[in-house]
Antibody, heavy 117, light 112 residues
Framework: QVQLQESGPGLVKPSETLSLTCTVSGGSVNSGRYYWSWIRQSPGRGLEWIGYIYYSGSTNYNPSLKSRVTISIDMSKNQFSLNLTSVTAADTAIYYC?????????WGQGTLVTVSS | DIVMTQSPDSLAVSLGERATIYCKSS????????????LAWYQQKPGQPPKLLIYWAYTRESGVPDRFSGSGSETDFSLTISGLQAEDVAVYYCQQYYDVPPTFGQGTKLEI
């Protein structure tokens, strides 16, 4: 059974970079069947897809965030990561990683990231 | 972006009764190459991530009780929960994966 777990700082200062990692267990990120995604959830924005990475390294980002987002993959560690630059309070949210193939399943438990000085 | 609009925003249904949640997309989600509607439904309970219930508009995910069913046309969809149980209290979301970026509805809160 595939499980995903997010990790990273829970507090990031405005204008700095938010960095999170998703560790996959029970399955491999080196799979051509799935896309590995980041999704965030906040009271103001609801559920918002940030982007995904394919095992080949190809990526696709939400146009609303594209200028600030980078998603990378590390096959050796069975992980994929999110970098979001120049954060503001509007980036405060619960960040989820998820496996995608159309619908998203499963999801990690999520990690709350607060942007504040 | 494709806009997903759910109705109602909240819904109270008695135990054992039927609950129906609606989702409307701003454009057709029918992908002609596979003749499938690219629409998923999720259930989210407090403190938990969303859980995939249904994909391709009406296919139940493995392990999802058969009291959950999905249906719909190219732009208008519904999730029906028959014989509501206390454990079904949650927020339900629809999501389109017809186009990038995938987008979600605003959620419908289901209460007893």
């Amino acid at each position: 059974q595939v499980q995903l777990q997010e990790s990273g700082p829970g507090l990031v200062k405005p204008s700095e970079t938010l960095s999170l990692t998703c560790t996959v267990s029970g399955g491999s990120v080196n799979s051509g069947r799935y896309y590995w995604s980041w999704i965030r959830q906040s009271p103001g924005r609801g559920l918002e897809w940030i982007g995904y990475i394919y095992y080949s390294g190809s990526t696709n980002y939400n146009p609303s965030l594209k200028s600030r987002v980078t998603i990378s993959i590390d096959m050796s560690k069975n992980q994929f990561s999110l970098n979001l630059t120049s954060v503001t309070a509007a980036d405060t949210a619960i960040y989820y990683c998820a496996r995608g193939r159309g619908g998203f399943d499963p999801w990690g438990q999520g990690t709350l990231v607060t942007v504040s000085s | 972006d494709i806009v997903m609009t759910q109705s109602p925003d909240s819904l109270a249904v008695s135990l054992g009764e039927r609950a129906t949640i609606y989702c409307k997309s701003s454009q057709s989600l029918l992908y002609l190459s596979n003749n499938k509607k690219h629409l998923a439904w999720y259930q989210q309970k407090p403190g938990q991530p969303p859980k995939l219930l249904i994909y391709w508009a009406y296919t139940r995910e493995s392990g999802v009780p058969d009291r959950f069913s999905g249906s719909g046309s190219e732009t208008d969809f519904s999730l029906t929960i028959s014989g509501l149980q206390a454990e079904d209290v949650a927020v339900y979301y629809c999501q389109q994966y017809y186009d990038v970026p995938p987008t979600f509805g605003q959620g419908t809160k289901l209460e007893i």
